[in-house]
């Protein structure tokens, strides 16, 4: 069976704030060990309004904290935007709190746009020091070695495991040279799906930390009773990403009955590429679309967004996906 985890956007919904969504995350993490989903992550995001994790360690802390078993972590950290004995620092410092549960999720993208790419000190210069940032970090895991004048405190040791995140070609080639998990954002990415896993497998070298490749697929899914409720539902995503598409950063906003009034033809058709691989609909219908990518991608492992308005139908969408695969 493969394994099912949640990837948390922690959204600032209309009528709510960036408090209780951090709260939400965390009540989602207990409820997800619960229904035996493996992982939540949650990503790094800059100058959204609607997206309460730009502070992406503290806000795993707070998940953590609130769970027993689930693993949490970061998917991911926009490496390019920090020094690496920082994250070290940090996520060291989250696997001495609790040990065994904390993952780190790498990208090189800056998570925000270019005017506040410049208000966080980042360059072109420093994603192109991606791969030689991922070494450096991950040396700072390891234990101190003799004459290391620098080391991350308390992070040395901990061996907190990598992940190489990505969208394109160059992160499965990257994760594939390091021998490290890969996983891929096809639920707002799909185009390069199925390229960059045969490129992840194909040159796959092993490593300390992994003996052979492990893909995780990230995908849009969204659960009701029915197909009809589901597909309403779904109408809070398909808001964001038109107001993605027109650039304005709203909150989420709730579920309405016809989203063709909402966008416009053209936004619509760039939407639904970039929402090409969601599944919607009842426990059927979702069962049957998980069954199919996991039988066309080979995964390991699918991460899931279930992006809906209300915080009581996320639950239940989530427990729902669980349940397909019990």
Partial sequence: MTKLSILD???????TDARTAMDNARDLAAHAESWDY?????????NMAGIASAATSLVVSHMAAGSKKIRVGAGGIMLPNHAPIVIAEQFGTLERLYPGR??????????????????LRTTHEDAERFPQDVMELQAFFKPVQPGQRVQAVPAAGTNVPLWILGSSHFGAMLAA????PYAFASHFAPAHLMAALEIYRSRFKPSEQLDKPYAMVGVNIIAADTDAEAQRLSTTQKMSFANLLRGTRSFSQPPIDNIDDYWTPAEKAQAQNMLARSIVGSPETVS????????????????IVSDVYDHNARLRSFELIASTQN
Wanted: overall charge negative; aromatic content about 2%.
């Fill in 9 to 15: 956007l922690v959204r600032v919904t209309e009528g």
């Fill in 288 to 303: 049957k679309g998980i069954d199919a990518l996991v039988s066309e991608t080979g995964a390991d492992e699918l991460i």
């Fill in 102 to 119: 904390i993952d780190l999720g790498l990208g090189r993208a800056p998570g925000t746009d270019q005017i506040t790419v410049r208000a």
């Fill in 177 to 180: 040279e390091l021998g490290l």
């Fill in 38 to 46: 493996n992982r939540i992550w949650v990503a790094e995001h800059h």
